[in-house]
């Protein structure tokens, strides 16, 4: 409805040679000067003396967090009265200062480190959100959260804790446990899950896990191949007891072991496998100077976010800006299975679980193969005290085969080139699931996610002939799902002022213009206004183009990168279910605003028993103009799982994601000075 037909494509191959001017320095010069900080200051705390003296060593204003800023914003807080015996952190994050400040920093200017934080008193359920400068020892904002229309804060480790102790507590559950022969308290493995919102009377402003649970047949037994079905406790984590127990049906238990650990069950390893070693003798080609990572033109600095996980900033190459901030910004895993007792299961990892918090320590020679540099993440725990979780991003550099190759017929000229990749990656492990984000930049200016998804199915029991799971093991079944991610990707594409473009290829009818038919031509419409988020199309090839309409290649093209999308289904769950409503960004691939500091998660704030509308479907409401702005691209993009038997008892890594690719971001391939060898 807000589509503007546009011009039509046509593939150009001249060379002439013009000069790249700096688009960075562009971007700083042309920026407004920093701002005066928004927010009535609420409560001012002197006692301290400011950051910059006490613990100094920040250096950019979009450094991650300090273990000793942590701790500050701890103190902070408990000298403002805002903590207490009961309240926890759900989370605390580094609140980024608005782009045009970040841009017009210079190195040595004065910084203001504010943080964000999520307090949730355990014993009450109240929920504030608080905002303090950790600078000027100020708090600046808090704000009281009402659950039942705002929804709740991320799930706490303690309160997975908590379950595993108020169900084996109820006397119902343990009741329903045993009429399906299970009375061992120690073997369960009740499993506390994301209740999300669905309307049920009572439920609505409550603190609340729904819990499914599994039994192993010893301590070392991986209990996912046992599920103890057709049970659910709902459980009120404020009151700490269960609310309802819905006994819906006594169904088997599968036997069968699933140990991919067990040398037992896994049987005699392969002797077949020789050692591949990967070495650079010089050293890897990048440098890492405390966030900022630097290799082959690319440059950009490194964040890790408990909610998004690894975060990208000021992406650039040869010093031209491309993204000025790029994460996972949500991700949710809706289950397929209409049955009473597992209607509900989807978990939003990011706004539910917290990613980041998920983050494993990563080990060289498994999980990293090479000259690897690590980063480790300093993260708060629900005391708002910092923990360290080593090693667990990782930097490196790849070979990927060839990049370019030509044989000549006439010349004889025979010249190959070999691909690299730079590699950003870290590993979550959320429940019984494992993903993999990595990041990719390889020398022709492409930029790649791949997420790899793995771990372990969530499984149930098998019913026969059943229409929304796999049968995976003799009466084990695993129901159908989707991975739905999606990637918030601030685009600067050599400068703030950007458009998007839809193109697609088109056949042409047979005519006078084309008489014999062969004819296809592509064609590029304008997006211009929010309000119409966008599918992919596979059957036309339908990719995204984002120009910078300001400024041209050699060739007077708007310079451009494009969004290739994996075009995979959205969200497949009813246009009326409660899903829909809650992960409404799961239901387009592409939804593009206008740059907002304020918009930071697609399915919102507070995801957790959210009722749904907030984030995407709410940012579009105003329909602001698109069409050479400073923009945010949101790409939905995953996996729809029909588990497969090779899938367990572990799943071998399926891959999806994006790329980004220059379209006449260069004057010719930027490759040709890769040297031969
Ligand atoms: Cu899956």
Redesign the pocket.
Known sequence: MSLRAGSIDVHIGRTRRIGTRSLVSFLISASTPMTVLAGGVVAAFASRAPLSQERGGIMHPLQRLTAGEIDLARELFEAAGLSGETVRFANLSLEEPPKDEVLAFEPGDPLDRRVRAVLLDVATGRTRIVLASLTRSAVEDVREIDNGVDGQPPILLEEFIAVDEIVKADEGWRAAMARRGVTNLDLLRPCPLSAGDFGIEGEPGRRLLRVLSFVANRPEDHCWAHPVDGVVAYVDLTEKRVTELIDHEVLPIPAEEGNFDDPGYVGPWRSSLRPIEISQPEGPSFTVDGDEVVWEGWRFRIGFDPREGLVLHQLSIQDRPLIYRASIAEMV?PYADPARVRFWQNYFDAGEYLLGQQVSSLTLGCDCLGEIRYLDAVLPDGEGRPRTVENAICVHEEDFGVLWKHTDLFTESRETRRQRRLVVSYFVAVGN?DYGFYWYLYLDGRIQLEVK?TGV??TSSYVTDSRWASEVAPGLGAPY???LFNARLDMTVDGLSNAVDELDLVRVPAGPDNRHGNAFTRAATRLTRESAPRLADSSVGRTWRIVNPNRTNRLGQPVGYQLQPEGQPVLLADDSAPIARRAAFATRHLWVTRYDPAERYPAGELVNQHPGGAGLPAFVAGDRPIDGEDIVLWHTFG?T?V?RVE?WPV?PV?SCGFSLQPVGFFDRNPTLDVPAH
Do not use: K, W
């Open positions: 895993v699931y998804v199915l969530f799902h989707q991975h996996t799982h588990p899938d799943m399926q």
